[in-house]
């Protein structure tokens, strides 16, 4: 597949009402960083997380809608693309776990969907059809415990689910309980395998694996750091090395962490932080997979929920909720660190930015 058959989208999911547009689609000029809106979808409730199959050109979102007694659930649709023009075509939309969710992921096979509800403290497996919508739901599975916070860990808060570079396992980051919790999942049903504790008051929210496959890093939203792993396949099993601080030292301010990314090469480490405002990046020891410090860059917003880098790794795209924009940086590949490139797109509190490759 060459470039010239290609076109660079980007996908933004963000808090919204029902009769305001949640879900955006961008192309991203690769020369020049801007960002161009092609699409926005409404009638979805806060479809704040995304994820992309880019292969079958569809899109999946989660929402939350109202069940028939009035309470607040889950919900999940999916989405046509077209990768010419970059415009969506709602295929589905089906209730999911009994709370409201935050986090959806995909398994490289495209057989499954697992949600997380923040709130409810459950992982949810949905199965995923044969043309690609959303299908039915195949199993839950609720948390329970608390940790030592008195308020953000009083309870369980499952915040992500990350598939195992093999597709074998499931990781859990339950930010209420200290824990990643490791499922298998066989004739749809999930297994509990194992799991891992973090230090108290960590809170693991998202999870990203070294490309190479030996090394996962965790970060943790309640007390600002980043928890390094090994991690052996055969077993499934994550072993913590190391744990780093995301924030300068000489920063007293409140703070909280959301997203994490590991650089396609794997020489680099990304991270948000939410109240110091940044992009923080470490860079990776090829043989330990433990982390240095390299840059805090301002995430030229409030509030980095999200971000990503593209495909190329040229760029790392910034949404800012509390300040309704996302900021192109520029990448060096070389060095990791990032630079504004004074590219600011307005969008309404977006929440996740995902960009991908589709054929056009």
Request: with cysteine; glycine share 10%; aromatic share 8%.
């Amino acid at each position: 597949m060459t470039t010239e058959q290609q076109r660079l989208l980007v996908f933004a999911g963000s808090y919204a009402e029902t009769e305001e547009s949640g879900v955006y689609v961008y192309a991203l000029d690769e020369e020049w960083g801007t960002l161009t809106l092609q699409d926005e979808f409404a009638g979805l409730k806060n479809p704040t997380f995304l994820n992309v199959d880019a292969g079958k050109k569809i899109l999946y979102s989660i929402s939350e809608t109202v069940s028939e007694d009035g309470r607040k659930v889950g919900e999940a649709a999916s989405f046509a693309i077209d990768g010419v023009d970059g415009k969506l075509r709602l295929l589905n939309r089906a209730v999911t776990v009994d709370s409201t969710t935050c986090h959806i992921q995909r398994d490289a096979d495209s057989r499954y969907l697992t949600v997380v509800s923040y709130h409810g403290g459950m992982v949810g497996l949905i199965r995923i059809a044969e043309d690609g919508t959303v299908g039915e739901m195949l199993d839950v599975r609720q948390h329970e415990g608390h940790s030592v916070h008195p308020e953000r860990q009083d309870r369980p808060h499952p915040h992500s689910a990350m598939y195992s570079p093999d597709g074998r396992y499931l990781f859990v980051q339950d930010l209420g309980l200290d824990l990643i919790v490791t499922y298998a999942i066989d004739n749809g049903k999930f297994i509990r395998h194992g799991e891992v504790k973090l230090h108290p008051g960590a809170g693991p929210r998202h999870l990203s694996f070294h490309p190479n496959g030996k090394f996962a890093y965790v970060i943790n939203e309640v007390d600002s750091s980043i928890t390094s792993f090994t991690y052996d396949d055969a077993s499934g099993r994550l072993d913590a090395t190391g744990t780093v601080n995301t924030l300068p030292a000489d920063f007293d301010g409140e703070n909280t962490c959301a997203e994490i990314t590991v650089s396609k090469d794997g020489k680099f480490v990304y991270g948000s932080n939410r109240g110091h405002d940044s992009i923080v990046v470490f860079a990776s020891d090829e043989q330990t997979g433990l982390l240095t410090l390299v840059q805090h860059v301002p995430s030229g917003g409030g509030h980095p929920r999200h971000f990503a880098l593209t495909p190329n790794g040229r760029y790392l795209l910034a949404a800012n909720r509390d300040s309704d924009n996302i900021v192109t940086f520029a990448v060096d590949r070389e060095s990791g660190t990032l630079e504004s490139t004074g590219k600011s797109t307005q969008v309404s509190k977006p929440v996740c930015v995902l960009p991908a490759y589709l054929m056009a």
